[in-house]
């Protein structure tokens, strides 16, 4: 075995997690960042909406995409990020163009980011279309006319008319999609058929009819319901209309379907209330694993005291088939302890309750601490340890217990499933800036389609607890986390009757003059 010329490629929660749902979930509003220099680097559901682009044709162009040629040509691109860089904060509206080319007019926020320093990180962007009230502006500006005209044809929204008494009287295009009534058969009937039953015991209609005439305005969220009995969750105004002599002439309705926004809003809540749970759960599991590990620990010492007691001869004589049964015994007890702490340390690794201390852990020195409490083992089935610095001086940046203890997990393993007589070798070297530490061994081997199967937690490829290679399956698993938390990861190469060899990379120690 060459262990020192071997390379292997390096593989690869919260709040902040639920917010980062919520934003990229959000449809009705363009919501994105922007680096230093203007380059679109965050994409959620709402600007693929409302520009065409996918975040996948979005990420990494210039913010000046969006902007019409002129306007690029003005350099009103840059105009809201140098504004946004000084006071911190800017509107500004305008138009935009769209994927296809068509152009909206847009209300548009931005904020500088800065890091904690004060640095200038880039910007964030909170875009609205607002095409429709500009239409409408413009409607009204030009005659009642095309006002009417430009009601008639909006689709997003329902837009209608009540008589004094709650009458429909007029009915757009958009009230027809969202409530599925045509103008003949909905104009002239109270608009109680869009409530459902549980409002009307109340009589929430009327209410509504008598806030908007006194104050002028009413606003609500709440289900109503479509020509077919189905349910949508609404965002309904209500205006009263008067003439110049103040006298009441009806009200004028607007409502918009917000089904899709409310669902999302409620898969954030139960995202939240599951994650929360989840940390409860863990929590529980944690503290339970800790307080039967005290449990179970108590008397396994106790054997075992009393067992090295018995063997010394405390006790009295003891024979030589004693002493045997006496070292199945000792070994039976270090077995459940060796579960037990597996147990309790995949616990906390899950938990994230492990707290890792790095700093620089010369390699030769953790083959000095672990060389005397692996030797033993191999030795007990003739098998020979050969052990390799290839490059003096080799150190990683990691938490020193953690590195020995991975490479116990994998010493005890490699000589678990070595027969008699085979051979390990441990190296350690420097590679491309890594710190690698390698475990050769002669063993049985894995099978290639079960490879990627032994790191995951309670597997025990190729063997059962009816076997002599028994254990929890959690020491590779165990293994890999504590790597990956220091910026390392844990590697595996084997064939079957040939033997396997894992490598544990870590990041390098810095030499002085790079600290």
Not at 295 to 315: H, S
Not at 366 to 385: M, S, T
């Amino acid at each position: 075995m060459s262990s020192c010329n071997s390379g292997v490629d390096r593989q690869s929660a919260a709040p902040e997690a639920l917010l980062r749902l919520l934003v990229e979930g959000q449809r009705e509003q363009a919501m994105f960042v922007l680096d230093a220099d203007g380059h679109v680097a965050t994409w959620n559901a709402g600007a693929e909406l409302m520009s065409g682009y996918t975040a996948e044709e979005a990420l990494g162009r210039h913010i000046s995409l969006f902007y019409p040629p002129e306007d690029v040509a003005a350099g009103e691109p840059e105009r809201p990020l140098a504004a946004a860089a000084e006071t911190g904060r800017v509107e500004d509206e305008g138009w935009r163009v769209r994927r296809d080319g068509s152009r909206f007019w847009a209300g548009v926020v931005t904020t500088a980011l800065r890091d904690a320093s004060g640095r200038l990180v880039g910007y964030g962007k909170v875009a609205r279309d607002l095409s429709q009230r500009r239409f409408v502006q413009e409607a009204l500006h030009e005659g009642p006319e095309r006002f009417r005209l430009l009601v008639q044809s909006v689709k997003d929204y329902a837009i209608f008319m009540l008589d004094r008494e709650g009458r429909v009287a007029s009915w757009n295009e958009g009230a027809e999609a969202i409530k599925g009534y045509a103008a003949e058969q909905i104009v002239g009937e109270s608009f109680r058929v869009f409530y459902p039953p549980e409002d009307l015991a109340w009589d929430k209609p009327a209410t509504e009819l008598e806030v908007a005439a006194r104050e002028g305005r009413f606003e609500d969220e709440g289900w109503r319901v479509r020509r077919d009995g189905s349910r949508f969750w609404a965002s309904v105004t209500i205006a009263a209309i008067r003439n110049e002599e103040g006298e009441l002439l009806g009200f004028g309705k607007v409502t918009r379907d917000l089904t899709e926004r409310r669902a999302l809003q409620e898969r954030a809540l139960l995202d939240a209330r599951r994650a929360a749970e989840a940390e409860a759960a863990n929590r529980a599991k944690g503290e339970f694993l800790a307080a039967l590990s005290h449990e179970l620990r108590t008397p396994l010492n106790a054997i075992g005291g009393y067992v090295d007691l018995m063997a010394l001869g405390i006790r009295g004589p003891v024979t030589e088939e004693q002493a045997a049964d006496l070292a199945r015994v000792r070994r039976s007890q270090q077995h459940l302890l060796g579960i037990i702490n597996d147990l309790l340390n995949f616990s906390r690794i899950e938990a994230g309750q492990v707290r890792y201390s790095l700093e620089t852990v010369q390699l030769a020195q953790v083959f000095d601490d672990v060389r005397p409490l692996v030797e033993p083992l191999a030795l007990n089935k003739a098998i020979e340890i050969e052990w390799r610095i290839c490059d003096e001086g080799a150190a990683a940046h990691a938490d020193a217990p953690k590195v020995e203890q991975i490479l116990i997990n994998l010493l005890t393993n490699a000589v678990k499933f070595t027969d008699p007589g085979g051979g390990i070798t441990v190296s350690a070297r420097m590679d491309e800036g890594r710190a690698v530490l390698m475990v050769e061994d002669t063993g049985i081997g894995i099978e290639p389609d079960r490879l990627a199967d032994i790191f995951e937690p309670f597997v025990q490829v190729g063997r059962s607890l009816a076997s002599a290679h028994e254990g929890t399956g959690l020491g590779l698993a165990i293994s890999r986390d504590l790597a990956r938390a220091m910026g390392g990861d844990l590697v595996v190469e084997s064939s079957l009757a040939e033997g396997s060899t894992f490598t544990l990379l870590l990041p390098r120690a810095e030499t002085a003059a790079e600290a």
